[in-house]
């Protein structure tokens, strides 16, 4: 049974429910129950429990090299771009100092047709995420980390955006409706940002602001009205970013995040928490406050039909969905990686493919020398 509720509505009237192709219809609770793709079959001989009708297959591994490039250490955050009747997968390296991207590039018909270095040079590179001019926000997690603007295809060199802040980054989501870039902070005490560039799709200049309580008072988040307010020196060189504002609400860990028809999902490990930040109507809501069947929060990524994919760190290696009627179930799970995590969940631009990665794989040293990248391949419904 779960301890807590999926959905706590935080005050919202009856009847009234979030915006978004997830919470269409009234807001209700709901535990956790059979998925849409059915019960997880036994392990195949990579060790990935799936559905039926699912097939996975590793197509990288920590070291060995793909066409011109050694796959990097501690596979991270990850996203697919488009790329002529193909696609490129695109992985970050969450590793001191050496850090970094990296990308794939498929045929067509699925074959992998090589590798390179897209990011280098940089700082336990953790999440990010893509934007829709198809470049990739590679985010640091460091103290006073920058947002590097990548280009996937491997045709420009990265660029870091330092007007999106300094300070311990986890993940981005792009909101091109009200064209704002979403960021989220993996502090104890984190904050929830969103950066608005002067011009869309030019993010060397704009406006980092914090998300706020409606009262103005700040402190731990929970569900309600919120503001936003701007940080006054997003450089940060003497004061934290989230300790800038008063009013800001502060998050246990912030992790994944993604946009989605009016609301930007994100994650907290601290608390292990889906979170729900409703644009149109300024509420946060939280989607998910359970024991079971998803712990560890982590990486997250959806689909256009409004299907919730999120990746556990530990936990049991899973990763879970939560569906639009609001059931969460296991999609798959990773076995004899105990002491990994998993990340970097991605859909092929045709909705076909789901790539991710254990970041510690088998053996599950701090390194990451043992990472492996995945594939998963079936009738995903959109």
């Known amino acids: 049974m779960l301890r807590r509720t ?27 129950g059979p998925g849409p793709y059915g019960p997880l079959r036994a392990p ?33 955050g990850g996203a697919c771009f488009p790329d002529g009747t193909g696609w490129i997968y695109v992985s970050n390296s969450e590793i001191p100092l050496l850090g970094g991207a990296s990308a794939i590039r498929f045929a067509a018909d699925g074959r992998i047709l090589g590798a390179y270095r897209i990011l280098s040079g940089t700082d336990l590179n953790c999440a990010g995420g893509r934007t829709p001019w198809n470049t990739w926000l590679s985010c640091e997690e460091i103290l006073r980390g920058r947002v590097f603007e990548c280009d996937p295809y491997g045709e420009r060199a990265a660029m870091p955006r330092l007007a999106m802040g300094r300070f ?13 870039v979403y960021l989220t902070e993996d502090e104890p005490d984190g904050c929830f940002y969103r950066f608005r560039p002067e011009v869309w799709g030019d993010l060397t200049a704009g406006r980092l602001e914090v998300l706020c309580g409606g009262g103005g008072n700040g402190g731990g988040a929970t569900a309600g009205p919120v503001t936003w307010e701007r940080v006054p020196n997003p450089a940060a060189p003497l004061k934290a970013t989230r300790h ?5 609400l502060h998050f246990s860990g912030g992790e994944g995040c993604h946009y989605d028809g009016g609301i930007c999902f994100f994650t907290t490990k601290g608390d292990n928490r889906v979170w729900a930040y409703d644009a149109e109507n300024g509420r946060l809501e939280i989607a998910y ?6 712990t560890g929060v982590d990486n997250i990524t959806g689909t256009p039909a409004g299907v919730l994919y999120v990746a556990e760190d530990g936990g049991n290696m899973e990763i879970n969905l939560i569906t639009p009627d609001r059931v969460v179930a296991p999609f798959l799970r990773v076995d004899g990686h105990a002491r990994s995590e998993i990340t970097g969940p991605a859909f092929s631009p045709d909705g076909r493919r789901l790539y991710f990665s254990s970041q510690r794989g088998a053996r599950g040293d701090s390194a990451g020398t043992d990472g492996v990248t995945y594939e998963v391949t079936g009738p995903f419904r959109g």
Not at 14 to 26: E, I, K, P, V
Not at 289 to 294: G, N, T, V, W
């Open 6 to 32: 999926l959905l706590r509505t935080g005050g919202l009237t009856a009847g009234a429910a979030l915006t978004g192709s997830l919470w269409q219809g009234a807001v209700s609770a709901t535990a956790r």
């Open 44 to 76: 195949d001989a990579n060790g990935l429990a799936l559905p039926a009708g699912f097939t996975g297959r590793v197509v990288a591994r920590t070291g060995r090299r793909i066409g011109g490039t050694h796959w990097h250490a501690a596979p991270d």
């Open 168 to 180: 311990k980054h986890e993940a981005a989501a792009c909101d091109p409706d009200r064209r704002v």
């Open 244 to 248: 800038q504002v008063g009013a800001a």
């Open 289 to 294: 406050d359970a024991d079971s069947p998803l």
